[in-house]
């Protein structure tokens, strides 16, 4: 049923085809259910440059990209994500109908408390929806939450293996020049630790679909002072690639 809105972006259509669907494009099914989605390029070029990972396939399209497979862990997938919902969570969706039903996200954000430190990780357990991409997957709210199963999972996990993590809900937005202070004060008030640009999208795609999503977020840059600060955020390497290695870990439990 479409329910009609005044804006369009709260306007929501529950039905479960389109015109254009994600099948359309998944002709060739990958023979494993399990993917990691990183937004560290670095990592991957030290997986390739080490042998741990070998290009699969690359995915067509106007922008082509590579999917990658561990060396050791063949039943583990592996791509670069793509900035901002459309992009990221667009592809997920794709991903899904090739096969993928268990996925971990791992990528840096801005966080907007000063006590957050660079390499801090967090699991994200929801995100509030500034963005437009979630709102055509999943009816109009100011948060969509990540599934409690897959969250409960990744936390005894880390509790296991005594890593260090806090957790919470992100700031999805669209627009990265337009962290105002005013709407940095309102999403701390709404609980949001860290601002992104992917997870209300692709939390929304996991739900709408029905399969099992997660993702770690380390702190970036801070956005909670009177000037931005980027940290060197981008630069820790050893964080970034022990993500990668913890959602390997991560993925076939969730």
């Excluded at 005044?6 to 060739?28: C, G, I």
């Excluded at 409690?148 to 999805?172: A, M, R």
Aim: negative net charge; hydrophobic residues 40%; glycine residues 10%.
């Amino acid at each position: 049923m479409f329910y009609q809105n005044a804006f369009p972006v709260l306007e929501f259509d529950d039905s479960p085809t389109a015109k254009l669907n994600p099948a359309n494009f998944a002709h060739d099914q990958f023979d494993t259910d399990q993917m990691i989605i990183t937004f560290f390029p670095d990592v991957v070029n030290r997986l390739i440059a080490g042998g741990q990972i070998t290009e699969e396939r690359v995915i067509p399209g106007e922008n082509p990209f590579p999917v990658y497979r561990f060396a050791g862990q063949p039943d583990v997938l592996l791509t670069l994500g793509q900035v901002g919902c459309p992009a990221c969570a667009g592809n997920l969706d794709l991903f899904h109908a090739l096969g993928i039903t268990k996925v971990m996200f791992c990528g840096g954000g801005g966080v907007l408390y000063p006590d957050i430190e660079v390499g801090q990780v967090m699991v994200v357990e929801g995100a509030i929806r500034d963005e437009g991409f979630s709102y055509k997957y999943i009816a109009p709210s100011r948060v969509i939450n990540a599934d409690p199963q897959v969250v409960n999972t990744i936390k005894q996990h880390l509790d296991e293996k005594k890593i260090p993590y806090f957790s919470g809900i992100t700031w999805t937005t669209d627009a990265i020049f337009r962290e105002t202070p005013d709407r940095i004060a309102r999403r701390k008030e709404e609980g949001a630790k860290i601002v992104e640009m992917e997870q209300a999208g692709c939390i929304a795609v996991a739900q709408f679909r029905g399969f099992a999503y997660g993702a770690l977020i380390y702190g970036g840059d801070d956005l909670s002072g009177d000037e931005w600060s980027s940290r060197g955020w981008n630069t820790r390497e050893g964080v970034r690639y022990d993500l990668v290695m913890l959602c390997r870990q991560l993925v076939g439990m969730i």
